[in-house]
């Protein structure tokens, strides 16, 4: 078996909108985290995952509107696999206080994904 997608983020100019929508139109439940200043959406299934939406306040290139992380063992692995087959690592290693640690990639179709290594992992 493969590595699983773990985590979807929105990126959005005015999350608050974003989160009301999805809350109404779907029924997520939506926890903004204002330390982060990030909207927790948590997945309610069983074979749902959850995610989150947010307002990028980086400057320069921004990856697209939606990000999808992949659960991997290695961060620094899995970055050596990606630029391996093809790929580009757009953002080094980052730390998620008490949750992980994830990377950004581009594939060789220019779209950009995340690699999550949760922090109970070994």
Known sequence: MGNAVVHFELNSKQPERLSAFYEKA??????????FDYRMV???????????ILS???TGRWPGDTLLYIEVEDLAAAGRNVVG???K????EQEVPGMGWFTL???????????WK???AA
């Not at 779907?26 to 330390?35: A, E, R, S, T």
């Open 105 to 115: 990639f581009e594939d060789p179709d220019g779209r950009t994904m995340g690699l």
């Open 85 to 87: 087959a093809g790929g």
């Open 26 to 35: 779907f029924g997520w439940k939506v926890q903004h985290i204002p330390q």
């Open 118 to 120: 949760s922090q109970g």
């Open 42 to 52: 948590e997945a309610a299934r069983e074979r749902a995952i959850g995610g989150g």
């Open 89 to 92: 690592l757009l953002l080094q």
């Open 56 to 58: 990028p306040k980086y």
